[in-house]
């Protein structure tokens, strides 16, 4: 919300008018209704949980849509929505990059996985040429390339399924399945021309290896101990810091004119580095904390305002979209269930291979991401953007379920802790 206000000439005192005489409308609204839906999904995820467990990400789409100008017209796109729901995407790009023990995906698993990647990318371009000939077939190549990480993080950290070698191997296809996609919406979907985006893509690299650098050698006890002692303060230094972070790394991103997500990522890598050698009570405390900010605030305005922004008009009204969104679907399945497969543990099962297939293609926020750099620069119209986001929207809702259930998740599910209870932390 706004307030108007104009100076009066003859008295030189501000008056107020606008938004706050009284009358409310569907962007005021919205900043009640996003919170009540916030409210309102988990409450529905728990609800069907005895019956089916959805992820709750599902819940936060289906009634941004419902709320949204698509249904009931009761939330409006307003820019305060949207930069809430940018930092709500940053925020679920942190927290993938704070997950990932690099330790234990670097080197053969991490060579797999890259070639996994490329292969999808390149059977991208095939589907997109296709489809979208001309630059669209890069916003195709690259949605369908992507994997949610951090949609799945924590469905992993809940069935204890993290440090398995099934969990590894999803935790590292969906590393190189989110960061390299960011890597090429840099090199080419850029305002730029390919070497000057490379020059700067390499100017950004070169600055992140620098803050892992000092993240690994600086000492950082006297952090940690600050760290301990303003946790139940008001000082907070912690979450501070992580807030510090974050706005260095993805303003460094935008100076650079890279995507504001690889910023948010190597963030997170940055900060697990920072926090490897304090004290374990310390850190869980701090990413408690972390949790709550992000799953209990602005990641679930991401996914509601992706649903209030959903073209669901332009799906439902063009035949073309409708019959590309099956399509992209069983694209995504086959393209990265197909390709992660070079990252199966020795020796897996068929279900573990075929679970590990879903989860794979699992893919939303790059989609959502990349389709909107797509229509913006005008290389994919919106039928387009609306049948990737609606395939992306149902891997989410589908694959992961599936996934779970072949691999055995009823048999190794167990609630979460109370300290990690958070409404995301349910996926």
Known sequence: MCIDSAVDQTTGRIATTGRYSGSVDAGDSGLVLIPLLAVAAPLLARGI??????????????????AGPAVLGWVEPTAMLEKLSDFGLAMLFFIAGSEI?????????????????????????????????????????????????????????????TDTPFGRAVTVVGAVGEFLPLIAISLFL???????????????VALAGLAVFMAHRVPHGRLHSFVRATLHTSDQFGVRFVLLLI????????????????????????WRIIMARAPEKDAEAVETKLEAIAFGFLVPIFFLYTGVNFDLQALMTSSSAMLMLPLFLVA?????????????????SVKDRTALGLLAATGLPIIV??????????????GTAAALVGAGMLSVLLFPLIGMLIRGEAATLTEPKLVRDTPQGEL
């Open 190 to 204: 850029s305002t730029r021309t390919t070497p000057l985006a490379t020059a700067v893509l390499l100017a950004f």
């Open 247 to 270: 706005a260095s790394l993805v303003g460094l991103s935008v100076m650079l004119d890279l995507d504001m997500l690889l910023g948010a990522f190597v963030a997170g890598a940055v």
């Open 49 to 66: 949980r005895p019956v089916i467990r959805v992820p709750i990400i599902v819940f936060e789409l289906v009634l941004g849509i419902l």
């Open 332 to 348: 995504l399945l086959v393209l990265r269930g197909a390709t992660a497969q070079l990252s199966a543990p020795t020796g897996a």
């Open 369 to 382: 991401a990349v389709t909107a750099i797509g229509v913006d620069q005008k290389m994919i119209d919106t």
């Open 101 to 161: 023990d690099f330790r234990s995906v670097a080197g053969r698993p991490l060579v797999r996985a890259s070639i996994g990647w490329g292969i999808s990318v390149l059977l991208g371009i095939g589907i997109g040429f296709v489809l979208a000939p001309g630059e669209g077939m890069v916003v195709i190549a690259i949605a369908l390339s992507s994997t949610a990480l951090g949609t799945l993080m924590p469905i992993l950290r809940d069935a204890k399924e």
